[in-house]
């Protein structure tokens, strides 16, 4: 068994969106959020788009001091334009290089949603664990069911040392209810992407979090 963490996170999560395009990244930033994944679904993109859009967010987080921006998935394409993070999901760890990301100092996030997954990811020493589905969400489909604030609060705690974030149907009105489960980040898509003012729903989410 590998005895190397990930490289720890070089600053609080607290407010996390996750985003389709590398331009949602450069806004948010400007914005003032810090923690922003991009999450690009494959098959609505040609490969050399994704690339794009990768190096892009890359290049857009290395700008602004203090960014953590993450990329879901396209972990070889994050590795080579220099990406801060990757997050993957359990069924990423079979083939993932997971030796090759932790030399090159990229942090890595890992998704669980059962206790079970919890230990497996645990192993890995990531740089942060996500916990979901809270809720309900109509954005990917999910074949486990919400946990809930009653099992966060149980299972946040078997996370440690590892920084945890809340994923999965989080409303802005719902998140200061998640924080109070003892997370350090809260995820969130809709809530900003979907947003009447996005900007607004940004700045109001990095309050909600300090509450």
Same mark, same amino acid.
């Given at each position: 068994?590998?005895?190397?963490?990930?490289?720890?996170?070089?600053?609080?999560?607290?407010?996390?969106?996750? &985003?389709?395009?590398?331009?949602?990244?450069?806004?948010?930033?400007?914005?003032? #959020?810090?923690?922003?994944?991009? $999450?690009?679904?494959?098959?609505?993109?040609? *490969?050399?788009?994704?690339? $794009?859009?990768?190096?892009?967010? &890359?290049?857009?987080?290395?700008?602004? *001091?203090?960014?953590?921006?993450?990329?879901? %998935?396209?972990?070889?394409?994050?590795?080579?334009? !220099?990406?801060?993070?990757?997050? =993957?999901g359990q069924e990423d760890l079979g083939?993932? %290089?997971?030796?090759? =990301?932790?030399?090159?100092? &990229?942090? +890595? !996030?890992?998704?669980?949603?059962? *206790?079970?997954?919890?230990?497996?990811?645990?192993?890995?020493?990531?740089?942060?664990?996500?916990?979901?589905?809270?809720?309900?969400?109509?954005?990917?489909?999910?074949?486990?069911?919400?946990?809930?604030?009653?099992?966060?609060? =149980?299972?946040?705690?078997?996370?440690?040392?590892?920084?945890? #974030?809340?994923?999965?149907?989080?409303?802005?009105? +719902?998140?200061? !209810?998640?924080?109070?489960?003892?997370?350090? !980040?809260?995820? &969130?898509?809709?809530?900003?992407?979907?947003?009447?003012? *996005?900007?607004?729903?940004? $700045?109001?989410? =990095?309050?909600?979090?300090?509450?």
């Open positions: 068994m590998n005895t190397t963490a990930f490289a720890p996170l070089t600053s609080p999560i607290g407010f996390y969106p996750v &985003v389709p395009t590398a331009a949602w990244v450069e806004r948010l930033l400007g914005w003032g #959020v810090r923690t922003i994944q991009l $999450r690009i679904k494959a098959a609505d993109h040609t *490969p050399a788009a994704i690339e $794009r859009e990768v190096n892009a967010a &890359v290049q857009a987080g290395r700008k602004v *001091p203090g960014a953590q921006v993450f990329i879901n %998935d396209h972990w070889q394409l994050a590795l080579a334009a !220099g990406a801060y993070g990757v997050h =993957l083939f993932a %290089d997971i030796a090759a =990301l932790r030399q090159a100092g &990229v942090r +890595l !996030g890992l998704s669980t949603h059962t *206790p079970a997954e919890l230990a497996r990811a645990h192993a890995v020493q990531p740089s942060y664990l996500a916990i979901g589905p809270i809720y309900p969400t109509t954005l990917k489909v999910m074949p486990y069911e919400p946990v809930g604030l009653e099992r966060l609060k =149980l299972w946040a705690p078997q996370a440690a040392p590892y920084p945890v #974030v809340a994923i999965g149907g989080i409303s802005l009105a +719902l998140l200061p !209810g998640v924080m109070a489960c003892g997370v350090d !980040g809260v995820a &969130v898509v809709s809530a900003v992407t979907l947003a009447a003012d *996005p900007e607004q729903a940004a $700045r109001s989410g =990095l309050q909600l979090v300090l509450i």
